[in-house]
Every structure is written in structure tokens, then in C-alpha cells.
């Protein structure tokens, strides 16, 4: 869509459907929620800090489920936290995004094997849209991972159901 | 002071309750018998010569031969010197004597060893699980565990 | 009681009252607040079950085990004594190179194995190094506590230029695999030294810019004196270490007195706390003794890149661990205390039980006894003081 100023030729009249309008809002303003579970919530710190700034894509960190749009899962996801996140997503209002950050979100990681207490993968308890790999991920493969969630909040429609 | 006379002036106070010392070993220790390891430790605790007031760890241990046991690592601020107490039991009444009355940083670890290893310490104030769920079956650091399928309707394995 | 003990005696006439202004006495009754595992302060997934009564702190139940790894149960079913690193690393996330060396000294202890000199002093530096990166987001997570968000983009900003240093040598920000058994995976590259000299050179006015800005803070102090007294015979029966200990006044630190290493070649004092602004053992003593230790390492870290040899640094690595029958005990300084491994090997190369002594989890057992009589906002500058973080807690 582009710059705002430069649609304002023909006499500060701007032409555009519901549905950009609506998902170009949605996507600049990915509240997230300020949470994070283990190593992965460190790159997540230094990604909201000066040198990586995620706020310039509006991601900002707010602290109550109630006020995000999108869940960061970054760290290991074990059984006793699984029911724990899965009331924190039910919290979230809609629409609602999970960002899956770091091996052990996308399937377990490198607990994969003897880890008796740990979840493999949060998917096993609530619905995934973006898989961020990387053990942890460096702070621009985190970036990279919201640019693709907004690319995938831009082909969004009121009219079609999405999953 | 050495392991040695740590050893001998423990069997010459406790008599029966020490029954072996390993003085070879790399860091050499002393086996204890598991229903009076408070006495020994509230000794090793206040006698002016020992003074062994930091606990630096407490570990517990599946023997795989039917025995569990525990692992004291003690060290002295005053005297800088260190020992290694070690208690065993058999796994059908894995009983130790707890030793957090003398030591407060044995109670978290000590519930560690009985969530882990399902060792159970008397005496403790507060023995219950501290790192699993409080619905967790089994012990899982033992060597004869099995991984669960499903928890809570969640699948476990890979 | 602990903590705060201006207004209380003022207002409150004994547990459980309140005495009105015009002399009757209300009953008052306790309450239970959960501070969940998700909550914005960002030392992980704890749960606090706090008893109040009003504003004052009963009690503090702490509960761990939301990040239970497995560590343990991993180490034992490793096919190499090697292979453990990795999972040692991601014990204490924040500081993961000292948790390796805890393991490899441990390892080379039981071993019986000389490492090169230069081996050494790379470890020195990169411990150092990753000791003030450690004790930056501790400082900075705890500025964010108390309030203050910029000091946290400072520390960070700091802290990038030491996760570029590392990034260099071994190709990883934050979980290494660098320090082995017996050397390390790789060697300095050639601009190390020169880059690492620079960040020396760089760094030290930026403390003294970190201090004005939060540590002798008004506000701050305020905040942070008198709070969360931990008194020496406590913190040395709860077996509490590293700074938490040294701020209650004990001169101990492993570094010098159970020495490992090469540090006893260097020039460098441990810091201990002396009650500056409040009380010996409050939350700001625990502060400004790491904040000393940042400046300390900084010592250390030029007079380490002055002295280093030349040598092969994979020369000892050995080819197969197999050790004896036998176990071993042994503890290192890790940012937050005494980081000490528990070995038992049954004669193969498999090791038979790995135990993990973390200094967090042996910190975090004193919350309850320096948190009764605080005020509930209070709580999460203690809790933020001890510095605690989850992996190490639950490993």
C-alpha cells in the first residue's frame, strides 16, 4: 500500500477496500505479549532492545493477555507450563497469532529425545502460525518471523474465513 | 583436618552409626547409616574443630543395584577443609533421616532427591514434589524408569 | 522483621489490626496473591504464592519446575562425556561459558588432565567476558523492575558488543559448545585481541555512565536500601554464594579461595559489601557489588589479553573419555555463585549420574526468610536481586 503521504495527489482522497485497509492496521500494531520462557526470551529481550528494535515494526510489549494480538512462545514449553499457555491463548481476543520461536517451541529441540517433562512442540497444545527456527534464533531471524506473520496478516479477508 | 581423622573421631563419637570410610578415593568419604544422619550432621555442624556449616551440594543417587542413596558434600568457612558423607538404603524403604533442621538449604534439595529419586526424607518440614507436576507418576532419575505416554491428554514422547 | 520498617509501626498496632484514628481496631485477614508464572518481569517462569496481610508480607511460597528440562536424565544417557556441554549450556542460558568450565574443570579434575596455558587464559577472558554480559541484563532487568527502562537499553546495547566478540570466536550469540573437555572448539581469530582491547577501552567510561544514571539514583536507593537484608549467618546456613553472599558482608569467592585456573597470576579483589546506603546485605549491596565486578573483570580481561601464550588449544583434547571408577566434586564462580558439579562414572563412556548444584535454585531458597515484613512492592525488587534465572532453577 505505501506510504500514507504519497497517496495524497488527488486532493487528500485515499481509495482502498476494507479488507487492506483493515489488515495494513492490523499488521503495523502486532501487540505482543511480554513473556518469555527460557533462552530464546533473552534474544528476545536483546531483539526489543536498541541495536535490533522491534518496535519499529509496532511490536510492542505489553504485560496482560488481554491486550495482545500475538503470543511469542519463546523457550522450552514443558508439561506443567502446556496447561498454563493454553489458558494464556484462550485469554487473547481474537484475531490472535502464535509466533513459535526456537527449536524447543517447534518440536522440542534438543530435548527432544530423553526429555520426560518437556512438550515437543507448543503446537501439540495450541495453534502455530509462524515457525522461527534456530537454537536460539539470531534477533533477525525473529524479524524475519513477523515480517512473514504480517505478510500473512496481509492476505487476510473478512470475507474468507481463515484457519 | 583429613578425611582420615574426620573418620576417626566420627566412629569414636557414633560408634555403630559410621560404618565406612573410602580414604583412597579422589575426594574420600564416609558412609553413614541413614536413620542417624541428623545426630552426626548436627556434630560435624557445631563441634569447634569440624565447623562444617556450608552444605555445598546434597545429590541423590540410584545405585542400580537395588540401593538408592545420598551424597553430602560438606565444606568449613572457618577451617576451609571438606568431606563427603554418603548414606545408602535399599529402594523397597528408602528411608534417610533429614538433615534440613541443621542445614536450611538442605530442604529445597532434599525435596529435589525425594521428587527425583522418590527417597523419602523423615522429619522434613515439607516433603513434596518441587520440580514435577504435583500429579507426576513415578520418580524419573531412577535407572529403571519408564516415560509415560500421555499426560493429562497431552503426548509425551517425540 | 525484615525490610521496610518506617510506617509500619506507626499505622499498624499488631498483627492482624488496625487501629482507626479515633481508636477502634479493625480486624484485618490474610490474603493469598499468585504471581504466576506469566508475569512482565522478565526472570522466567517463577510462581510466587504470596500471603499479605494488607500491604505487609506473611509469607512467600516460591514454585519452580515450569522449565524442567531434564538435564540430568540427558547427562545420563549421553554416548560421550562431550556431549553434555551443550546441555550445560543451556542451564544457565545467560551465562553459558561459565557453566561449561564449571563442567569441563570438573571433567579435567577427574581426568587428571593438563590443559595448555593458553587454554587458560582463553577461558579466563571468555568467563570474564561472559560474566559482565551476565551481570548487564541482571542490572538491566533489574532497572526495568524498579521502573527505570532505559538503563535495561544501555546494558544491552553494552552487551551486543560482547556477544559480537563471541559471535566472532565461535560463530554463536548465546549457547556456545566452546569450552571442552580437556581445550576448546576453536581457537582466537587473528582481529580478537586488538577487538577485545578496544571493547576494554570502550567500556570503562560506560560504567561509571550506568552508575549515575541507576545505581546512585535517588529514587533507586530509595527503593533498594534497607529491602531484602540477607545477614551473613543466614546467607552461610542457606548456603547462598556469589554475589548474594558476598553482599552480606562474607569475603569469599571461589576464584581466589578455591582456586581453579589461572586467576591467582592476575590483579583483581573480590567485592564485598559494606552497607553504603542502607543496610550490609540489602538489595542495593547486592546491586553495586555486581556492578564492582563488572570493573573487576574488565582488569582482568586486559591483563589476560596482555599475557596470553602461544600454544595449540585442541593439543589435550582427549580423543575417548573413559574415566575410572569414581566420582568427583568440583565448583566454579558463575555469575550468580557457585555453580558445582556432582560426577559419578562407572567406568564407561557414558557418564553414570551428572548432578548440577546451581547456584540459583540454592539462592532462591532464602526468599521467603528476607522477604517477611516487606512490602508487597518490594517483593519484586528482592526477587529481582537475587538473580535468578529459570534454567539454572528447574535445569
Redesign the interface.
Known amino acids: 500500500m505505501g506510504l500514507l503521504d504519497k497517496q495524497f495527489q488527488n486532493g487528500n482522497v485515499l481509495v482502498t477496500s476494507l479488507d487492506t485497509l483493515l489488515n495494513w492496521a492490523r499488521l503495523s500494531s502486532l501487540w505482543q505479549m511480554q513473556w518469555g520462557l527460557a533462552c530464546c526470551a533473552i534474544e528476545m529481550m536483546a531483539t526489543s532492545a536498541s541495536n535490533f528494535d522491534i518496535m519499529r515494526f509496532g511490536v510492542i510489549p505489553r504485560a496482560t493477555p488481554r491486550q495482545v494480538d500475538v503470543l511469542f512462545v519463546a523457550g522450552t514449553v514443558t508439561l506443567k507450563m502446556a496447561s498454563r499457555i493454553k489458558r494464556l491463548y484462550d485469554q487473547m481476543a481474537e484475531p490472535r497469532y502464535v509466533l513459535s520461536m526456537g527449536s524447543c517451541a517447534n518440536c522440542g529441540g534438543p530435548y527432544w529425545e530423553h526429555g520426560y517433562h518437556v512438550l515437543k512442540g507448543v503446537d501439540r497444545v495450541i495453534p502455530v502460525d509462524v515457525y522461527v527456527p534456530g537454537c536460539p534464533p539470531r534477533p533477525e531471524a525473529l524479524l524475519e518471523g513477523i515480517i512473514k506473520l504480517q505478510e500473512k496478516v496481509r492476505k487476510e479477508s473478512l470475507v474468507k474465513k481463515s484457519a | 583436618m583429613t578425611a582420615e581423622q574426620v573418620f576417626t573421631s566420627l566412629k569414636a563419637k557414633f560408634g555403630d552409626a559410621v560404618l565406612e570410610a573410602k580414604l583412597d578415593a579422589l575426594q574420600p568419604w564416609i558412609l553413614v547409616v541413614p536413620e542417624r544422619m541428623k545426630e552426626v550432621a548436627l556434630f560435624l555442624r557445631d563441634d569447634p574443630a569440624m565447623q562444617f556449616d556450608y552444605l555445598m551440594c546434597l545429590s541423590g543417587m540410584d545405585y542400580n543395584d537395588g540401593k538408592l542413596g545420598v551424597v553430602y558434600h560438606l565444606f568449613s568457612t572457618v577451617h576451609r577443609h571438606k568431606i563427603v558423607l554418603k548414606v545408602q538404603c535399599a529402594k523397597e524403604t528408602p528411608h534417610v533421616q533429614s538433615v534440613s533442621a541443621v542445614w536450611g538449604t538442605a530442604n529445597w534439595h532434599e525435596r529435589e532427591a525425594y521428587d527425583l529419586l522418590g527417597i523419602i526424607f523423615d522429619e522434613h518440614p515439607d516433603l513434596r514434589r518441587i520440580l514435577l507436576p504435583d500429579d507426576w507418576g513415578g520418580y524419573p532419575l531412577r535407572k529403571d524408569y519408564r516415560v509415560p505416554e500421555f499426560y493429562n491428554g497431552v503426548k509425551v514422547p517425540y | 522483621m525484615n525490610g521496610s520498617k518506617t510506617l509500619l509501626t506507626s499505622y499498624v498496632s499488631q498483627p492482624g489490626e488496625i487501629k482507626t484514628s479515633s481508636g477502634k481496631t479493625l480486624r484485618t485477614d490474610e490474603m493469598i496473591i499468585n504471581m504466576?508464572?506469566?508475569?512482565?518481569s522478565?526472570h522466567?517462569?517463577l510462581r510466587l504464592e504470596i500471603v499479605v496481610d494488607g500491604e505487609i508480607i506473611v509469607d512467600v511460597i516460591p514454585h519452580?519446575?515450569?522449565?524442567?528440562?531434564?538435564f540430568?536424565?540427558?547427562a545420563?544417557?549421553m554416548t560421550n562425556y562431550q556431549q553434555v556441554i551443550?546441555?550445560a549450556d543451556?542451564m544457565d542460558?545467560?551465562a553459558a561459558m561459565n557453566m561449561e568450565q564449571g563442567y569441563a574443570v570438573a571433567m579435567e579434575?577427574?581426568l587428571k588432565i593438563e590443559v595448555p596455558e593458553r587454554v587458560e587464559y582463553i577461558r579466563v577472558i571468555m568467563a570474564e567476558l561472559q560474566r559482565i554480559a551476565s551481570h548487564l541484563?541482571a542490572v538491566g532487568?533489574f532497572g526495568i523492575d524498579a521502573g527505570a527502562f532505559t538503563p535495561?537499553?544501555y546494558a544491552?546495547?553494552d552487551?551486543?558488543r560482547i556477544?559480537d566478540l563471541f559471535e566472532m570466536t565461535c560463530g554463536a550469540?548465546?549457547?556456545y559448545n566452546y569450552v571442552w573437555v580437556g581445550g576448546l572448539s576453536h581457537d582466537l581469530p587473528p582481529q580478537f585481541i586488538d577487538k577485545a582491547k578496544e571493547f576494554c577501552k570502550y567500556y570503562r567510561p560506560r560504567i561509571k555512565e550506568f552508575n549515575d544514571l541507576l545505581t546512585y539514583n535517588e529514587i533507586f536507593v530509595k527503593r533498594t536500601a534497607n529491602v531484602g537484608v540477607l545477614p551473613k549467618d543466614?546467607a552461610?546456613?542457606?548456603?547462598c554464594s556469589g554475589p548474594m553472599l558476598r553482599a552480606s558482608g562474607?569475603n569469599?569467592d571461589l576464584r581466589r579461595?578455591d582456586p581453579y585456573s589461572v586467576y591467582d597470576r592476575f590483579e583483581w579483589e573480590p567485592q564485598v559489601g559494606k552497607g553504603e546506603m542502607g543496610t550490609v546485605g540489602d538489595t542495593w549491596d547486592r546491586h553495586i557489588v555486581r556492578m564492582r565486578e563488572i570493573e573487576q573483570s574488565v582488569n582482568i580481561i586486559e591483563q589476560a589479553l596482555a599475557g596470553i601464550p602461544e600454544g595449540n588449544v585442541q593439543a589435550a583434547i582427549p580423543k575417548r573419555i573413559r574415566p575410572e571408577r569414581?566420582?568427583?566434586?568440583a565448583?566454579t564462580e558463575a555469575p550468580r555463585g557457585?555453580i558445582?558439579y556432582?560426577i559419578?562414572s562407572d567406568g564407561s563412556t557414558t557418564p553414570f549420574?551428572v548432578?548440577a548444584?546451581s547456584p540459583a535454585?540454592?539462592n532462591l531458597?532464602?526468599l521467603p526468610?528476607i522477604s517477611r515484613g516487606a512490602m508487597l512492592a518490594d517483593l519484586v525488587l528482592i526477587a529481582a536481586g537475587v538473580d535468578i534465572v529459570?534454567?539454572e532453577v528447574?535445569?
Not at chain 3, 36 to 40: A, M, N, V
Not at chain 3, 64 to 70: M, V
Not at chain 3, 326 to 329: A, F, R, S, T, W
Open positions: 504466576g508464572p506469566q508475569h512482565p522478565t522466567g517462569v519452580i519446575g515450569y522449565l524442567h528440562r531434564c540430568e536424565k540427558h545420563e544417557h551443550p546441555y543451556r542460558y545467560v579434575r577427574m541484563v532487568t535495561f537499553l544491552f546495547h552487551r551486543e556477544l550469540r548465546l549457547l543466614v552461610i546456613n542457606y548456603a562474607v569469599w579461595d569414581g566420582e568427583i566434586y565448583r557457585e558445582g556432582y559419578v549420574r548432578k548444584r535454585f540454592v531458597s532464602v526468610e529459570l534454567g528447574d535445569r
